[in-house]
């Protein structure tokens, strides 16, 4: 009798969200971000991105290049573009005291440092200050606003912070780059 072969080994049809979350972070993360961008130069980049060997055939295919586009003529693209200096895929590690991160009053004389790992998708410096943008490829509705802000605020405050530290340089806006719904979505970060 023949063994069937697991669905993994299948070629399965359809990504993940996942998967296709991973793979549109990797388009945006092969962006030069010092150019503006078409339709046609995003299918270029991606098919670039296909004949490298950094994304699958289902991969590339699951790439909206329209939302990527969107992306690259948004507001926040153009002052990417502007910026004095635009890092991406920054990785750091920064020791944080609790008191720093947690408001709360039971946090605030507590001894011992918290280390955080993390990695930025993006942050420009535009006039000494930085700005910091998340890119987020799970849905967004504006019911489920108050949702997202839950699910991320404090992954960006985290994420402010660290970058305070390393740069000395004071983080005066913050994004999550919604790539479903196309929108820049602004965090108070306290």
């Given amino acids: 009798h023949t063994v069937k072969a697991p669905d993994f ?9 996942a998967e296709r979350g991973t793979a549109v972070h990797t388009v945006l993360e ?12 995003i299918k270029e980049l991606i098919a670039g991105c296909l004949e490298r060997g950094i ?19 948004c507001d926040l693209y153009k002052r990417i573009l502007e910026a004095d ?3 991406k895929e920054e990785a750091f590690t920064v ?6 991160i947690y408001s709360q009053e039971k946090y605030k004389d507590i ?8 990695r930025i998708d993006c942050y ?35 994420y ?17 780059y919604s790539v479903e719904s196309g929108r820049a979505i602004p965090v108070e970060i306290q």
Wanted: negative net charge.
């Fill in 30 to 41: 092969h962006m030069d971000f010092g150019k503006k961008y078409s339709y046609d130069d």
């Fill in 160 to 176: 402010s912070k660290a970058l305070e530290k390393v740069t000395g340089l004071k983080v005066k806006e913050c994004y999550i």
């Fill in 85 to 87: 200096d635009v890092f």
């Fill in 111 to 118: 001894d011992g440092d918290i280390i955080l790992h993390g």
């Fill in 95 to 100: 020791a944080v005291r609790p008191g720093e």
């Fill in 124 to 158: 420009f410096i535009e006039n000494g200050g930085i700005v910091l943008i998340d890119y987020k490829t799970d849905r967004y509705n504006e019911d489920s606003e108050e949702e997202f802000h839950e699910r991320y605020d404090i992954q960006m405050e985290l």
């Fill in 55 to 73: 994304l699958t055939q289902a991969e590339a295919d699951s790439v909206s290049v329209k939302k990527i586009q969107i992306f690259a003529s």
């Fill in 9 to 17: 080994y299948a070629g399965k049809k359809g990504l993940s969200a």
